[in-house]
């Protein structure tokens, strides 16, 4: 069974950067593919990027270019999101996702709160 | 960049009623690329279609979905109480994923 278990809240300042990291236990890690999506108090899901570990590249959602850079460790199984240039409207629950064989999202992180605010 | 509408907004029906949620496309789909995910309040989304029409893991048959090209449906034969909540659909394209902004069952 595959867990996918994110880090915790986070309070930032405008301006800044947070990094979130969600590690994966069950499977083998590098065979997966692990999105980012996030979803804004009271709004929808919204993708932001993804990382093949196996390969360790990532593609992102053309919104956040620039501005997310989604890594991984094989090493710890750990995927990584840093946002960076933090605004008040990135406030939101970030969560990670493990991509199925539809391209759909069959395992999910519990999401980690990121909130900025000066 | 393909925009999934989700209507309606909000569906108001009482516990054995049937839902029927709807998604559309604002340009053809690929089928085995259209999932649809419930969320419960201070929850992560949970798979319950993939493809368009199968079930994930677990799902109850209560569940169907089907539609293809630009329309598609998810449909919830007889609600539970456990099954108020949120819906979304989402596609894969062009290397990046897109979801429907939502619809809410509520009770009635």
């Known amino acids: 069974q595959v867990q996918l278990v994110q880090s915790g809240a986070e309070v930032k300042k405008p301006g800044s950067s947070v990094k979130v990291s969600c590690k994966a236990s069950?499977?083998?890690?590098?065979?997966?593919?692990i999105s980012w999506v996030r979803q804004a108090p009271g709004q929808g899901l919204e993708w932001m990027g993804r990382i093949i570990p196996i390969l360790g590249i990532a593609n992102y959602a053309q919104k956040f270019q620039g501005r997310v850079t989604i890594t991984a460790d094989k090493s710890t199984s750990t995927a990584y999101m840093e946002l960076s240039s933090l605004r008040s409207e990135d406030t939101a629950v970030y969560y990670c996702a493990r991509e199925g064989i539809r391209k759909n999202f069959d395992y999910w992180g519990q999401g980690t709160l990121v909130t900025v605010s000066s | 960049e393909i925009v999934l509408t989700q209507s309606p907004g909000t569906l108001s029906l009482s516990p054995g009623e049937r839902a029927t949620l709807s998604c559309r496309a604002s340009?053809?789909?690929?089928?085995?690329?259209l999932a649809w995910y419930q969320q419960k309040p201070g929850q992560a989304p949970r798979l319950l279609i993939y493809g368009a029409s199968s079930r994930a893991t677990g799902i109850p048959d209560r569940f169907s979905g089907s539609g293809s090209g630009t329309d598609f449906t998810l449909t919830i034969s007889r609600l539970e109480p456990e099954d108020f909540a949120v819906y979304y659909c989402?596609?894969?394209?062009?290397?990046?994923?897109?979801f429907g902004q939502g619809t809410k069952v509520e009770i009635k």
């Open positions: 340009q053809s789909v690929s089928s085995s690329y």
């Open positions: 069950g499977g083998t890690f590098s065979s997966y593919t």
């Open positions: 989402q596609q894969y394209g062009s290397s990046w994923w897109t």
